[in-house]
């Protein structure tokens, strides 16, 4: 069992590998943050999906008609989505970056540059604050998960 | 090469590790099915999204009509992306915590619980089962996740 | 801080894993790709989903008309969804492939048919090639994780 233990622990004994860790946990829940944000705007807009969602508010037509789209609705979906085409990046090409043997320091710099810049992005999608706030900071999360890719692919490439 | 061999088993020797790799490989299996259910009723409701997907069935306003969104499809792919959001940080997060050092016991109740949640929501969603079927599957599998993040966090906290 | 990095570079040492971690970033880098050409599409087509976005163009209504949808966005946006739904099961279910001890080459041969089959199928939804192009590329990738996914549980099964 303690041999089991060792091998199990060894990975998350490492700093960058826990920092990864830390990084990783924040951003995956801020994405679940959204699901969230969906059921709430979904619930008070009165604005649902599916014909099951509604027959609480009745039968017929008096439902029917909760089953429309909603711009804020829409406008976290849009949030969510992008979360998921720049979060699942991050969480794949870090995991090997974080093995990559990068100095703590600079892979420290990445994590947390990714994370506030997607936590800004939420903020600038659901606010909405103006133009160029949520293009920058999508921005920004981006060239950190490319700077990631660029070490992993200099460390490991094997074609 | 044996060394090398050791190096590669090590990680796939855990038991925990080995639960999370079957129900990882169990709930994503499971959202790839996902892509077979939308095509099957793409195909059984003539409803695509791409002209070039209709080109089999004549050319102009004879195809064109096949370009439509179907309440079936549509639904399908509901269930399609409620499996991204809520499979991604499951896999994510579950690989952080298998390597946390939980009790095999208890790792196997948390995968155990998201596999079944998930496969309970998708039958929720596509037969329909009315609510809150769905909704308290989806529930189960997000406070599941939940909560292997703040074993996480508690064991590796380093921001 | 040489015992850390010796088990920081454990496993990005295997070759096997290093294969793993070259084609995951290469497809994650060109699943990222799709951002950048969505977004090449919003701005010549002159075609947004934010109010927000739109603001350069003018107050009110000379504005409004640039908050519409375009094919050749939508096209992309298809294209890049699909990425998510085949290249997260990919990530997933190769990483425990690559840690379940598979030969080198065979490995290789499933990394570069994925990774291939993506780029094509990117190709074929882009450009747009005729049918079964687009089909057959993603069924290649489907049946190459699917491949990964019944080594995984041959070697792993702790259910």
């Known amino acids: 069992k303690s041999g089991e233990m060792a091998k199990s622990t060894q990975l998350i004994d490492n700093e960058t590998f826990r920092a990864y860790a830390t990084y990783t946990a ?5 994405m679940m943050l959204m699901s969230l944000v969906t059921a709430y705007f979904r619930i008070t807009r009165k604005a649902f999906a599916n014909p099951e969602d509604t027959a609480s508010f009745g039968k017929g037509d008096s439902a029917k ?3 429309k789209t909603d711009p804020d609705v829409e406008r976290v979906r ?3 989505l992008n979360d998921l085409e720049n979060i699942v990046p991050f969480v794949g090409i870090g995991l090997l970056y974080a093995l990559s043997g990068p100095e703590l320091s600079t ?3 990445h994590f947390r540059i990714f994370a506030g810049a997607r936590i800004l992005h939420t903020f600038a999608y659901l606010i909405p604050l103006p133009q160029p706030s949520r293009g920058l900071s999508w921005a920004v999360g981006y060239a950190v998960t490319f700077s990631m890719a660029y070490k992993v692919l200099k460390t490991v490439l094997l074609l």
């Open 26 to 30: 924040i951003v995956l829940l801020k």
């Open 65 to 67: 008609k909760y089953l």
């Open 78 to 80: 849009r949030g969510h």
């Open 107 to 109: 892979a420290l710099l």
